[in-house]
C-alpha cells in the first residue's frame, strides 16, 4: 500500500488502484454521516475532487492520487456512509481507478514514511 499526505491510502490490485482514507483520517472527521461517490466511466486528473465526505465535525474532499478513469465505486458507503468510521482500512473503501500512468504512484509513502509523518 502507499499513503498520501491528504491521509489517502493506494492498494494496486492487478490493474486498478483501490483508494480510501486512512484510520487516522476518520478519526481526524469523526462519524461520517454522507458520501457522494463519483461516476463510474469518470476520467480524472491527478488533484482532482473525486469523493465529497460529510461528518458531524466538517466536510472534506477526496482527491485523485492518480490520472485515471473511475472504473467502480463502493456504493455501500451510499446508504452507510458510517462504515467509514467501522473498517477505513477496509471494506469502506471509496473508488477503484484505472492508472493512466501507474508510475505515479511512486511519488507516494510506504506505510513506515506515513506512520512517521503523523506520529
Same mark, same amino acid.
Given at each position: 500500500?502507499?499513503?498520501? =499526505?491528504?491521509? #489517502?491510502?493506494?492498494r494496486?490490485e &492487478?490493474?486498478? $488502484?483501490?483508494?480510501?482514507?486512512? #484510520? ?7 462519524d461520517? /454521516?454522507?458520501?457522494?461517490?463519483? =461516476?463510474?466511466?469518470? #476520467? /480524472? *486528473?491527478k488533484? &482532482? =475532487?473525486?469523493?465529497?465526505?460529510? *461528518? $458531524?465535525?466538517?466536510?472534506s ?5 492518480? !490520472?485515471?478513469?473511475?472504473?467502480? /465505486?463502493? #456504493?455501500v ?5 458510517a462504515?467509514?468510521?467501522? !473498517?477505513p482500512?477496509? !471494506? ?17 509513502m510506504? =506505510? ?8
Amino acid at each position: 500500500m502507499k499513503f498520501t =499526505e491528504e491521509h #489517502e491510502w493506494l492498494r494496486p490490485e &492487478d490493474d486498478v $488502484v483501490v483508494v480510501g482514507i486512512t #484510520e487516522h483520517a476518520a478519526e481526524q472527521l469523526g462519524d461520517i /454521516v454522507f458520501v457522494e461517490l463519483p =461516476e463510474v466511466g469518470t #476520467e /480524472v *486528473s491527478k488533484d &482532482d =475532487e473525486c469523493v465529497v465526505i460529510e *461528518s $458531524v465535525k466538517a466536510a472534506s474532499d477526496i482527491l485523485a492520487p492518480i !490520472d485515471g478513469e473511475i472504473v467502480e /465505486v463502493n #456504493e455501500v458507503l451510499i446508504d452507510n456512509p458510517a462504515k467509514v468510521n467501522d !473498517d477505513p482500512m477496509g !471494506d469502506a473503501w471509496f473508488f477503484k481507478i484505472k492508472p493512466a500512468d501507474a508510475s505515479q504512484l511512486d511519488d507516494y509513502m510506504s =506505510e513506515a514514511e506515513y506512520k512517521d509523518m503523523i506520529s
